[in-house]
């Protein structure tokens, strides 16, 4: 055959390979095994590419991942806290055994008296006020040791004054500890519409675990254990049921 078949041929395949195929651009006198040979390499070198560029794509896909979940993963004490959800103190001399857990993990074990009754252990009375107890029980059970919580972890304050291994964002997070004067909880999203309302999860609120709003204002500080990577964490709108903390006993 003429040496203009074998060229037009050679044109055509690398139409229709394009834009792969550039080695075969200079081709002008080939035989029917050289274009098998040459459609064969360019084939296969497609074929490497293709599986070249889908690992990379995976593995920068996975890179990101990973990015994502050290920048801002999922608070492991958490899912402990929200299981909480309506532990409430008795009233009067009985106690409720769970927020006597509370008390015993931040080492608020002692008696004490109250308007001349005797000295004895309580959950209702507003000098054993357990909102830090509770806190302080969701980061033992997440996995913080004593000496990683704050000093005198049964007062609330002290998550903001004296928490050596704690870190002060400087915003509310999900999941970081939203620090007042005298009341501490899980700080949980923002009101839809106004996100100076923090929706916050905490012991003793109004004698229960619950989730009450609060304005911004109010708290102290933000707080989160220093090995939390939470640069790039955020505040999502809370959509679930919220009482006015405004109002609330937290004593």
């Known amino acids: 055959m ?12 690398q139409n229709w390979l394009s834009p792969t195929v550039s080695s075969l651009s200079d081709v002008s006198t080939t035989t029917p095994n050289d274009i098998s040979g040459n459609v064969g390499d360019v084939q296969e070198s497609s074929a490497t590419k293709e599986a070249n560029l889908t690992a990379e794509q995976q593995g920068s896909e996975q890179n990101a991942e990973q990015v994502e979940a050290a920048c801002c993963p999922p608070p492991r004490w958490m899912p402990i806290a929200w299981n909480e959800l309506g532990v409430s103190e008795i009233a009067g001399p009985e106690t409720n ?3 006597m857990e509370y008390h015993e993990a931040s080492g608020f074990t002692w008696a004490r008296a109250q308007n001349g009754e005797p000295p004895r252990l309580d959950d209702s009375r507003s000098i054993d006020a357990w909102c830090s107890s509770f806190v302080t029980w969701v980061l033992k059970q997440a996995g913080y040791a004593k000496n990683k919580l704050a000093d005198d972890p049964f007062r609330a304050r002290m998550w903001h004054d004296s928490w050596p291994h704690g870190v002060n964002t400087g915003r509310p997070i999900y999941g970081c500890l939203g620090v007042q004067k005298s009341h501490v909880g899980f700080i949980v999203g923002h009101k839809e519409g106004d996100p100076s309302t923090l929706a916050m999860l905490g012991g003793n609120q109004s004698n229960t675990v619950k989730v009450s709003y609060y304005h911004q204002s109010k708290f102290k500080g933000f707080w989160v254990p220093d090995d939390y990577p939470h640069a790039c964490c955020e505040l999502n709108v809370y959509t679930g049921r919220a009482a006015n903390g405004d109002g609330e006993s937290t004593r």
Do not use: G, L
């Open 2 to 13: 003429s040496k203009d078949f074998w060229h037009n041929a050679v044109q055509t395949v």
């Open 97 to 99: 055994p769970r927020v």
